[in-house]
């Protein structure tokens, strides 16, 4: 065996390793939903104890993103998302960002802090993230007013990608029904 081998892990690393499968199905084996695929039913409850449903949202374009309060990259792009939603506003397309933090306090804390305005609901018990075993955090998806998961993006979207993003949905929105 070389030297190599036989470096310590920084623990830096670790933390990053441990979070990464820290939540039920993020980072394990099997790629999750897939692109064409039924977008599986869900419901949560928004950060009022309201329940939030999927089937609630039939009939529009919904980007789902799965973030965590603990997920430098999920709170960059928040605010970003944060914006779509807005430019969103009076379309038949919004934005759901779906928090996986165990703990209430957490998410809400960091949402505090962000201000944002985009709906918010909170898997604390890891239901809906188990069902779309996403690749990592953040994770977005894009489900099409059929029902059917139209896209999947991994890691972060800046902010090049959030005008593809947005594009992406003014050209699901212009289709015919």
């Not at 799965?66 to 430019?87: M, T, V």
Request: proline share 10%.
């Amino acid at each position: 065996m070389t030297p190599a081998s036989h470096r310590t892990p920084s623990p830096l690393a670790l933390l990053a390793l441990l979070a990464l499968f820290a939540l039920p199905s993020v980072g394990r084996a099997g790629t999750g939903v897939q692109v064409g695929a039924p977008a599986p039913a869900f419901e949560a409850k928004d950060v009022d104890g309201a329940p939030m449903r999927l089937a609630d949202l039939k009939g529009k374009v919904v980007v789902l993103n799965f973030w965590a309060s603990w997920c430098a990259p999920c709170l960059a792009e928040l605010p970003l998302l944060d914006a779509l939603h807005g430019r969103l506003a009076g379309r038949e397309a919004l934005v759901l960002a779906m928090n996986v933090d165990t703990q209430r306090g957490p998410a809400l804390g960091a949402l505090r802090k962000l201000g944002l305005s985009l709906p918010v609901a909170l898997d604390p018990k890891g239901t809906v993230v188990a069902e779309y075993s996403p690749p990592g955090l953040p994770a977005t998806y894009v489900i099409g007013p059929d029902g059917t998961i139209r896209s999947v993006r991994k890691g972060e979207i800046d902010a090049a990608g959030m005008v593809e993003l947005e594009s992406e949905i003014r050209a699901i929105l212009s289709e015919s029904p």
